[in-house]
């Protein structure tokens, strides 16, 4: 039933001494929303500019949409609508003449594809005039995704849309490329943020060139092997002192005001309980909680450290 | 935390580029030994607001005094009274790891023999003895940020300012960081973080969200959550910006 | 041909809206106005002469009247050796002495043929050169009137000499280097910083992702500059024309031309420059490194290519400027077509090719 649009088969590539991608296989579904989440250096980049057709890879294949990266690297740059890290737009042009600009590149017009962008650009047009350099993180990460799509591209591949944009304009963003799915758009995104994954279809957790995980963010935390328990106390910084210290902890991780503990199986809360009174914790509330994203990669860190 | 002594102590602070207002009448204060967080996007002011409270550049016009002191008169002497880390990272990528810290520690006029014993101090804490020989652009990303913060406060300074110390850091390193900045705070340093993680603003005592130059909100995590009836400080934010 | 003008007119864009780029390229045909203004002049006006008469006959006096009442000259009196010479003009007061040969007048009577020698002081070669051919002019009406009055073939030859700057580096000859100068910086500099400027800020790797090819992207971004550069190339031309006074004696639509041609090789020059470098700035040092520096140094521009040591004299076949400085010269001052000239085109063409050639060879379609 699904069709295979982005096909990723054993792919390295390193720069001088540094390992980027460390034989990374992954296959992305048409019409899909998927996502590539990991920290600065992970590799993300690396892969989407692969993909893009901007790198070699030292060793493997990719294909898009059946075209080879290498080879094929024409028919690629044709159907892809590509977002780069910077939002990379004419900071000294306004806001239509960016629009009409790529739209002429592509050998297309705004108004051809209006019916695509219009979600999207109406947020914007009413500053058409104005130079792209004068606009807001939020306005300029709009601007640039109208762009990359002016052209109806088969698949858009964006890397990091949302680094540094407001709370409220990450989460329009996400908003958008969720209706950008029903134009059956393939779209590929990267992010550092790990609340963001369960907003994809499916997503890739990546780390030091790693694939760690690949599966619907459902599956990934249902995976989560063990108990996850939400401790907290009134002093946090103590309690975590304390938790680290236990005989029977295996990960003790701070989250908002809480601590995330896994702990080895044998041993049951009322022990733990018992233990952190002895510690002369006040205000101690400990819950069972269902894991989210970021615990399951922490879990996967932690799990590459250990048997690497 | 000490209530009664403001360590920083901001009034109607302005900052403009020509038309543009980058600060619009700022009110704080930062009292001792707290962690303080600095909220906002891109652009919001965040890090103008701090690179004036570092005395790296000059307010248009307000009442500022940190570490006691007026920062008009004071900029050289505030200097000295605190520690500085920005997001581009502050350490010598073709010095050794040790030249680092010899470095830092003698600009702000440690002598030999603090330099000796708080260098071997700070290896044995981060466990990077094996790499004091190493150049930092050999080191992976979260060491260096670790390390950077270690050196900023090497000199026991009462305030150390961060700049987004762990934009795309991974989330086990972020966590590290952060065990490293409550240790700092317990320690007696003040610290002045900024950060677009909304959920490292719940490991701050106070925050303070910025948008658009001005100051939206400040007070503790938990007041501000049950003030805007949120969960967390996303939505806190979102709610505020709605 | 849609993408085409699309680009242009973006790029027009950048170059109206950004200061620094409208300064150097309309900024410098301005200054250069200001330097043209500051040393040439054809107006003459009270220049201090001498005259040693060494026939004292009545034709000499008659010429030498001729050319003191003429409102060019203030006459600062009669020479009495050879050796006054020298002192009045290294007292610097006097621009030009005017020498009878003995027995001028007699001569001319009866060989038909008399010696007059000009010497001019030409540290500022501009003036000089009018001092000779004006007081040539006064000379030649004179003869022009004996001979109808005698109804004979007489002449009267005058020698020029140059004192301090034989040969003549001035005014003149300052056109043709400034005019090198400013096309290849226009040309080359902001070609490899507007190509390195989408590097920067990250708008390439975008343009690369699109169906757009590189020659594409390349002639996009030139054509602004080719157009721009030959309107500085006309105006140039046309302000030392109409205003200055400084003739083209050659063919007009020759030495456009040659002026669109030497456009070319610095533009290749600067796309090639920009397939070596990542930055703006870098881009900037070695177009300062490499083209600015030869261009005023090496080519002949300020400092005569003969007179350099035998090394730098190699190195400046391979400076463009040079061979653009000779030819316009040739065909500006000296006059002369396409025969004179066709070894020197030939070499920018050639240049011209080969980095345009390299820098398709080396324009990354990638990121690596």
């Known amino acids: 039933m699904n069709k295979i649009s982005v096909d990723i088969q054993n792919i390295s590539k390193s720069y001088k001494d540094v390992k980027a991608l460390k034989d990374i296989s992954l296959q992305i579904n048409q019409g899909e929303l998927f996502g590539l989440i990991g920290p600065d250096g992970a590799g993300k980049t690396s892969l989407i500019r692969i993909l893009t057709t901007l790198l070699i890879p030292d060793s493997g294949i990719a294909t898009v949409e059946g075209y080879d990266v290498v080879k094929d690297y024409k028919e690629i740059r044709k159907i892809t609508g590509y977002m780069a890290g910077r939002f990379s737009l004419y900071q000294d042009l306004t806001v239509e003449e960016n629009m009409n600009f790529y739209a002429t590149v592509f050998g297309t017009t705004i108004e051809e594809n209006y019916d695509l962008v219009k979600d999207i650009y109406s947020h914007i047009e009413p500053f058409k005039k104005r130079r792209a350099g004068k606009l807001s993180g939020g306005m300029k990460q709009k601007l640039a995704l109208s762009c990359a799509l002016i052209h109806r591209p088969d698949i858009l591949i964006l890397d990091e849309p949302t680094t540094g944009v407001d709370a409220v304009s990450r989460k329009e963003f996400w908003e958008m490329l969720m209706r950008l799915k029903d134009h059956s758009i393939t779209i590929l995104v990267s992010t550092p943020y790990m609340d963001e994954a369960e907003l994809c279809d499916r997503v890739a957790l990546i780390q030091d060139g790693i694939i760690l995980s690949v599966d619907t963010p459902g599956n990934i935390t249902g995976n989560y092997e063990g108990k996850l328990l939400a401790v907290r106390a009134e002093d946090l910084y103590q309690l975590k002192k304390d938790l680290a210290g236990y005989e029977h902890t295996l990960s003790v991780y701070l989250f908002g005001q809480n601590l995330h503990l896994t702990m080895m199986e044998k041993n049951s809360e009322k022990d733990l309980r018992s233990y952190l009174k002895t510690k002369g914790h006040g205000e101690l509330r400990i819950d069972q909680i269902n894991p989210n994203i970021e615990d399951c990669f922490l879990d996967l860190m932690a799990g590459k450290e250990r048997n690497p | 935390m000490n209530k009664e002594t403001a360590v920083i102590r901001v009034r109607d602070l302005v900052k403009k580029f020509g038309k543009f207002t980058a600060n619009d009448k700022l009110c704080f204060d930062v009292y001792e030994g707290e962690i303080f967080g600095f909220l906002g996007a891109n652009g919001a002011g965040k890090t103008t607001a701090l690179r004036i409270l570092c005395g790296l550049s000059l307010p248009t016009s307000g009442e500022i005094s940190v570490a006691g002191l007026d920062l008009y008169s004071n900029r050289e002497r505030i200097k000295k009274r605190i520690g500085y880390m920005s997001q581009k990272f502050s350490l010598y990528e073709d010095l050794k790891v040790y030249e680092n810290i010899r470095l830092y520690a003698g600009i702000y006029g440690l002598s030999r023999k603090e330099i000796k014993q708080r260098t071997d101090e700070l290896l044995e804490t981060l466990e990077l003895e094996a790499v004091r020989n190493k150049r930092i652009a050999e080191l992976p990303l979260g060491w260096r940020q670790k390390l950077a913060f270690s050196v900023a406060i090497i000199h026991r300074p009462r305030i150390v300012f961060l700049d987004e110390p762990t934009g795309g850091v991974d989330p086990i390193t972020r966590r590290q960081f952060w065990d490293m900045i409550y240790q700092a705070s317990r320690d007696g340093i003040t610290v002045f973080v900024t950060t677009h993680y909304m959920d490292e603003a719940e490991y701050c005592d106070r925050v303070c969200i910025m948008e658009a130059g001005r100051i939206d909100a400040i007070g503790t995590p938990t007041e501000l959550m049950e003030e805007y009836k949120a969960e967390n400080m996303d939505e806190v934010f979102i709610r505020i910006a709605r | ?368």
């Open chain 3, 1 to 368: 041909m849609k993408r085409f003008r699309g680009f242009v007119i973006k790029e027009f864009n950048h170059i109206l809206r950004d200061f620094r780029t409208l300064l150097i390229l309309f900024g410098l045909p301005a200054i250069q106005l200001l330097i043209f203004g500051y040393v040439v002049s054809n107006e003459l006006k009270d220049i201090h002469i001498a005259i040693f008469d060494q026939s004292r006959d009545r034709i000499t006096r008659d010429i030498a009247n001729k050319i003191i009442s003429s409102e060019y000259f203030i006459f600062d009196g009669y020479l009495d050796n050879t050796h006054e010479i020298d002192e009045k003009f290294r007292e610097g007061k006097i621009k030009q002495v005017i020498i009878f040969e003995p027995g001028f007048g007699e001569n001319l009577m009866r060989e038909k043929s008399a010696d007059i020698q000009l010497i001019a002081d030409a540290s500022d070669a501009n003036t000089a050169n009018l001092v000779v051919s004006y007081t040539s002019a006064i000379i030649q009406d004179y003869m022009m009137d004996l001979r109808k009055n005698a109804g004979a073939k007489m002449q009267i030859i005058p020698e020029i000499r140059m004192m301090y700057n034989e040969n003549m580096a001035g005014a003149y000859m300052f056109v043709p280097g400034v005019m090198a100068l400013i096309l290849m910086i226009v040309s080359a500099l902001m070609t490899s910083i507007t190509i390195t400027r989408e590097k920067e800020t990250g708008t390439m790797e975008t343009l690369l992702v699109s169906p757009l090819k590189p020659i594409q992207i390349v002639i996009g971004k030139v054509t602004p500059y080719i157009i721009l550069s030959f309107f500085n190339a006309v105006t140039i031309v046309a302000m030392g024309y109409f205003v200055f006074g400084l003739p083209v004696q050659g063919s007009l639509s020759l030495l456009l031309l040659e002026c669109l041609l030497f456009i070319s090789v610095a533009l290749s020059l600067g796309i090639f420059i920009s397939t070596i470098v990542e930055t703006q700035q870098m881009a900037m040092f070695f177009s300062m490194m490499i083209l600015m520096l030869p261009t005023i140094l090496l080519s002949g521009f300020i400092f005569p290519v003969e007179n350099m040591p035998e090394v730098l004299q190699w190195v400046s076949h391979i400076v463009p400027a040079k061979y653009f400085i000779i030819i316009v010269k040739s065909i500006m001052l000296k006059g002369t077509g396409m025969a004179f000239v066709w070894k020197e085109t030939l070499v920018l063409v050639f240049m011209m090719l080969f980095f345009i050639g390299n820098s398709v060879r080396r324009f990354k379609i990638r990121l690596e």
